[in-house]
């Protein structure tokens, strides 16, 4: 980021975790058809598996590790529930 931060970087930050969670429950769903499981139980596995690797890099420091879990949860918080929707859209 550079000193010139501004609504504009924000609208785009918010438009890119949109982006991630739209894709994030569509990868999901997908997932979870192949497997013939129900895109909640993929949503979890994600979950799991993208926020443990925040830690795995050792690129950003504690602090920052905690903030991005934090972030990712309340991300993965919206695709979970999202992902109900698309439950009740699965039955067969």
Not at 37 to 42: H, I, V
Not at 62 to 87: N, S, V, Y
Request: with cysteine.
């Amino acid at each position: 980021m550079d000193a010139d931060w501004d609504h504009d970087d924000m609208a785009r930050l918010l438009a890119l975790e949109h982006a991630f969670c739209a894709l994030a429950l569509i990868s999901a769903s997908n997932y979870a058809y192949l497997a013939e499981s129900t895109p909640s139980a993929a949503v979890k596995q994600f979950r799991a598996a993208i926020e443990g690797s925040v830690y795995d890099s050792g690129q950003a420091s504690k602090e920052t590790q905690g903030l991005m879990k934090q972030h990712l949860k309340r991300m993965f918080d919206h695709i979970a529930h999202m992902a109900i929707h698309a439950d009740q859209g699965a039955r067969k």
